[in-house]
């Protein structure tokens, strides 16, 4: 465990420095949510099943977040990490591959359990944001949702040599996904035969079962999400695993 | 000075697909002494270190640091070395201050960061971030961090490559105080006249073999090369009696000036006092002594930087 904390606070001061990863953690969906909410407002609709488009919109958001905290986030600054030499820097000392990796999955938890809160706050203060779901269950679909993201950054940051390619394959991966899986649109504005397709998606399976549990549904509704992102969170643990390098 | 021995290094071997980087090499350093490896760039000093520094997996041979195998007890190693790498940079946006506070928190018995800082000239820069400070100030920077420990043994690998002649010389001093204050150094350069300025012993590396081993004085002497004295007098010259100095093997005209050739280390103390005690006046006086550059391109037929 040593080093653990100096070494999380540390990359915690970095991420805020860093006015990119600050911006699409923190910021900009907080601006989709304010945009698309002041032309849509949040009463109540049919059309969502008797909740309003804000509703619906911060846990789908919350879906973006993760996205593009696993896939975009922790990808650059691994490969990168790893590309510039930071990671053999850190190797000559007594600290362990797992309080580096796991320094870094706290940070990118965090900012993205912030950028959660941040729509909250702000869909409850603006729009009167309702929620019928369980707090506790809400975390842990959230967690389990976060996880398995970061696990696949780690996978794409192991298996893609350079930190140019690995962003560009995270960024190939991401946007199509924010459009497809209803994490930026609502999976109800998608034609049908689109969304037959979109709903093996990643990304999907955290929309559905945030929005799912949101709205008081139960774990049992959405068993196919968790498992998938439970087999995601497994089988990228045990990659990136295998594929971590130092240099 | 022959302390105990640090490092033992026993036909150390590493290869890299079809490209053997280090063939055959052994070697011991014992404690408190500056040890240099020299060579040209692909003589296999990086991947020799790195693979007693245990960042490296060696294909054949024996490493010992402290009696302990740099692989096999990497981390209690690691307590007690230091490392500055060749090639590795830290995060842009990290404060000066704050890598020396994470680096320290690795550490069982981190060293008072601030003093650290201080002799590293480093005081002034402490808020900057690692992006914004110059190339000296960030080698200064992974001196800082390899001390952060107060390790009994540290490990520089080609630490002043890209400075200028005046950062080198300085971070030459630093070197030399590290070494005084108790600590063994090994350190890595291309620069013959950086091994036979800093180094009290010296390992000459070529094709990942080590051709020569020794005090840099010592290696020098060997070489057997004469010395040169070039210097222009008032008046007219005795050339007989320069002549008959023990170890002047020539004395020829060059232009303005006279070359005087010889062998020994009396050479220019002993020619220098014949010119005067014979009435001749010295207007100007250089001497060329053979460096470890001469060593290096009679022991491999090629010059360093080639």
Known sequence: ?247 | MTGKTVIQVDHLRKVYGATVAVEDISFEIYAGEIFGMVGPNGAGKTTTTECIEGLRHPDGGAIQVFGMSPQKDAYPLRERIGVQLQTSALQDRLKVWEALDLFASFYANPVDAKQLLEQMGLTEKRNDRFAKISGGQKQRLFIALALINNPELVFLDELTTGLDPQARHAMWDMVRGIRDRGKTVFLTTHFMEEAERLCDRVAILDHGKIVALDTPQNLIRKLGSESRLIFSIDGKLDLQKLQRVEGVTRVEPENDEFVVSGHGERLVGDVVHAITTNGMRLRTLRTEQPTLEDVFLKLTGRKMRE
């Open chain 1, 1 to 247: 465990m040593k080093g653990l904390w100096k070494l999380t606070f540390t990359e915690m001061k970095l991420f805020m420095r860093e006015p990119a990863a600050a911006f699409f953690t923190l910021v900009f969906p907080l601006m989709v949510l304010l945009i698309f909410g002041s032309i849509y407002g949040n009463e109540p609709t049919p059309f969502f099943g008797g909740y309003g488009s804000v509703d619906v919109s911060v846990p789908a958001y919350t879906g973006m977040i993760i996205g593009s905290s696993g896939l975009i986030g922790l990808t650059i600054v691994m490969s990168m990490y790893r590309e510039r030499g930071i990671l053999r820097r850190l190797n000559a000392t007594p600290v362990r591959p797992q309080i580096v990796l796991g320094a870094n999955v706290i940070v990118s938890f965090l900012m993205t359990a912030l950028g959660m809160a941040l729509l909250i706050v702000v869909g409850k203060t603006v729009y009167g944001l309702r929620f019928a779901g369980n707090p506790l269950s809400i975390f842990a679909g959230f967690t389990l949702s976060s996880l398995s993201f970061f696990a696949l950054g780690f996978v794409l940051a192991g298996l893609i040599p350079t930190a140019r390619t690995a962003q560009v394959v995270g960024m190939m991966l991401f946007y199509p996904m924010l459009f497809l899986s209803g994490a930026a649109v609502p999976l109800e504005v998608l034609p049908e035969k689109v969304r037959q397709y979109t709903s093996v998606l990643p990304l999907t399976q955290v929309v559905k079962l945030l929005r799912g549990l949101w709205i008081g549904e139960s774990w049992s509704q959405h068993w196919t999400e968790a498992g998938m992102l439970a087999a995601m969170l497994v089988i990228g643990v045990v990659v990136s695993a295998k594929t971590f390098r130092w240099e």
